[in-house]
């Protein structure tokens, strides 16, 4: 038999969580088959067959944990029919029906009539006790082999092929559905659904009550006028987007322009807290925050100061995509120094982003809402957005988090000023 096994987790991540099987035992596989999924702390890892074979027996059900390199499965490798007989017997008339075939049609009829009796013969000699079992127990006598005088199908014979059957239906892979308990809280028949909590999710809660623990986190606000950074895509919008072979430019390319400028103007912002030490990070590499269905991750643009506004812009969709299909890497989201939060796309008008440890300051996105506004001497609507810095006190004083966030706002509603570098 050849072993499935669970692959060699990444340094930062002990252990994982079986997430889904995606094969049953008695299932055919084929090479590089999709087997089975584990959730670990960061991202869910796949794990693919090596060569055709069967599955014979799964070790390891959905929400077990499991150790790097841990058995979790068996099979056996080779090619195997898909539709193949299950037992001797059907090999025995498959085999007969085949070599009839050659013959002529009256050996062929011939042949399953003779089939047909030699079912009835074993279901007439098995004994009663042994036919009640096997009803109960929705068995076929017909496909057991009887270890009695002549043949004969004994009550042993069929409570070994019950206990076979169990242990089959012990091994088989439970769904969500089987996690999901529903407990009746009053007389009125109203439920409560309970499920345990995904792995990443557990592991988000963790690091978010870690960051309320351990930082003297604080948050500050300001609103930033949006106009000109939409009347530069309404401008612009077509001639990019046939520029960048279907690129879309959208507004997160200029939020992360802004925020990488303002991060080498206050590279405190950029730092870490290490024990008693302070590290200062020489590049800018932007984590961007987004929901995944089995909770929030955040991948990162690395070297971030080095891309154009068509690398962020594909590469923030192309972490959009593969976070919807549990695809991310361990890769794609090792490190940061930085992240960018949006609750805007939700409809969020204002909110406080907790810090994703060791970085030292999140920012906060919220949504594009039309307001009066003071331009001038004269009330005019202006589309506005509020931003919010959270940041680690620690490190970072207010008077310096404040000039950054108010950078930011420059930036944006003055993007020349990032050409200018003024």
């Not at 099979?75 to 002529?104: H, R």
Request: charged letters at 25%; hydrophobic letters at 40%; aromatic letters at 4%.
């Amino acid at each position: 038999m050849t072993e499935i096994k669970a692959p060699e987790f990444p340094e930062s991540i002990a252990d994982g969580e079986i997430a889904t099987w995606h094969v049953q035992v008695g299932d055919v596989i084929r090479r590089d088959q999709l087997l089975v999924e584990i959730e670990t702390d960061k991202v869910v890892l796949e794990v693919v067959a090596q060569e055709d074979g069967q599955i014979t027996e799964i070790l390891k059900g959905e929400g077990e944990t499991v150790l790097a390199e841990e058995v979790l499965a068996r099979y056996k490798a080779g090619a195997v029919s898909e539709k193949g007989p299950s037992n001797p017997a059907e090999n025995d008339t498959s085999a007969s029906l085949a070599a009839s075939a050659s013959t002529s049609t009256a050996t062929t009829s011939a042949t399953i009539e003779s089939t047909g009796a030699a079912a009835s013969a074993a279901e007439a000699i098995a004994s009663p006790a042994a036919k009640k079992i096997a009803e109960e127990n929705h068995l076929d006598v017909t496909k057991l082999v009887g270890s009695g005088k002549g043949g004969r199908i004994t009550k042993e014979d069929v409570l070994k092929a019950v206990e076979a059957s169990d242990k089959i239906s012990a091994t088989a892979v439970p769904t969500q559905a089987n996690l999901v308990i529903e407990t009746p809280i009053s007389n009125e028949g109203r439920v409560e659904r309970r499920v345990p909590m995904t792995r990443l999710r557990a592991s988000v809660a963790r690091r978010l009550i870690e960051a309320q623990e351990t930082a003297a986190m604080l948050t500050t606000f300001n609103e930033v006028d949006m106009t000109a950074i939409m009347d530069l895509r309404r401008q612009y919008k077509e001639a990019f987007e046939k520029a960048h072979d279907g690129t879309r430019l959208g507004f997160m390319s200029f939020f992360v322009r802004a925020c990488v400028e303002a991060l080498k103007r206050f590279p405190a912002v950029n730092a870490s807290i290490d024990g008693s030490d302070i590290v200062y990070h020489g590049y800018q590499d932007i984590g961007v925050a987004v929901g995944s269905p089995r909770g929030l991750v955040v991948p990162v643009l690395r070297d971030a100061d080095s891309l154009t506004l068509a690398e962020v812009e594909s590469q923030i969709r192309e972490y959009g995509t593969k976070a919807q299909a549990n695809k991310l890497s361990i890769d794609d989201m090792t490190g940061g120094t930085f992240t960018i939060s949006n609750g805007g796309v939700y409809g969020s008008l204002l909110s406080t982003p907790i810090l994703n440890p060791p970085q030292t300051g999140i920012l906060g996105m919220h949504k594009i809402q039309e307001r009066p506004m003071a331009v001038n001497g004269e009330v005019k609507i202006r589309p506005m957005m509020y931003l919010a810095l959270s940041y680690d006190h620690r490190l970072i004083d207010g008077q310096e988090a404040v000039r950054f966030l108010v950078t930011i706002k420059d930036f944006l509603e003055e993007p020349a000023r990032i050409l200018l570098d003024i």
